[in-house]
Nanobody, 122 residues
Framework: QVQLVESGGGLVQAGGSLRLSCAAS????????VGWFRQAPGKEREFVAA????????FYADAVKGRFTISRDNAKNTVYLQMNSLKPEDTAVYYC???????????????WGQGTQVTVSS
């Protein structure tokens, strides 16, 4: 079993930055891929970024490539999403999720956090 808790959301002006955190717990967590997804009102949940907990490749949606960075701190069992140059269209509830396989399809992720709201004002 994997438990995930997000934090770090808030209100920021366009061009600003936020760092989201995803605190993870679970005996087998090092085996998982961790992803960030977001869902804006009236829209489907969409992939943002992903990485394997043990390191290696990172994956990003085209819409955030070059602006967002996913990283991890093994000692703190935490995955981060650093978001720079934020745009109003980045406004959404952001979720972290964990899976043993796959990376950009939310249906492949069985474990989810509760979400954290990010609002970017113009």
């Amino acid at each position: 079993q994997v438990q995930l808790v997000e934090s770090g959301g808030g209100l920021v002006q366009a061009g600003g930055s936020l760092r989201l955190s995803c605190a993870a717990s679970g005996r087998t967590f090092p085996s998982y891929q961790v992803g960030w997804f977001r869902q804006a009102p009236g829209k489907e949940r969409e992939f943002v970024a992903a990485m394997h907990w043990s390191g290696g490749s990172t994956f990003y949606a085209d819409a955030v490539k070059g602006r967002f960075t996913i990283s991890r701190d093994n000692a703190k069992n935490t995955v981060y999403l650093q978001m720079n140059s934020l745009k109003p269209e980045d406004t959404a509830v952001y979720y972290c999720a964990a899976t043993l396989s796959g990376y950009n399809n939310p249906n492949q992720y069985p474990y989810w956090g509760q979400g954290t709201q990010v609002t970017v004002s113009s």
